[in-house]
């Protein structure tokens, strides 16, 4: 016997066909389509608020990293290099002395920034040299 094959977007519009029908039992439904009545409701509401549209699979990755540091603070840690010519961890607690009112970076990060011909995303992935 064949599988039987379906689309998510296929299966979001008949369940919300069924749901908004008259008399329909949200909880009921919601066990038919064999999902959970917080996701039967999400996708009700997102139908409701953004028609067909709403129905479509969204990003799941974050707007914003929580600890990435904003560009002004690299800017500044680079130019008090530049002024200076000290290693990271003498570079924070003048950064600190300098520019309070900025979230501090770590010595790691900051020798990261200083550390020549990387870029951002080799910095962070580096591999370890082999011990000879």
């Known amino acids: 016997m064949p ?8 299966q979001r519009v ?41 129905l479509v699979d969204r ?7 929580g600890r990435a540091l904003d560009g002004v603070v690299r800017a500044a840690a680079l130019a008090l290099h530049e002024r200076y010519r000290w290693g990271a961890k003498k570079l924070r607690h003048k950064f600190r002395e300098h520019h309070p009112e900025l979230r501090l970076p770590a010595a790691s990060t900051i020798g990261d920034w200083l550390a020549p011909g990387r870029s951002d995303d080799q910095a962070s992935t580096s591999a370890a040299l082999p011990c000879v």
């Open 3 to 10: 599988w039987r094959e379906t689309w998510a977007m296929d």
């Open 14 to 54: 008949r369940f919300v066909v069924a749901a908004s029908e008259t008399g329909a039992v949200m909880a009921q439904v919601c066990r038919d389509f064999g999902i959970s009545l917080e996701t039967g409701y999400k996708w009700l509401k997102r139908y409701r608020l953004e028609g067909p549209e709403g």
């Open 59 to 65: 990003s799941r990755a974050p707007h914003r990293h």
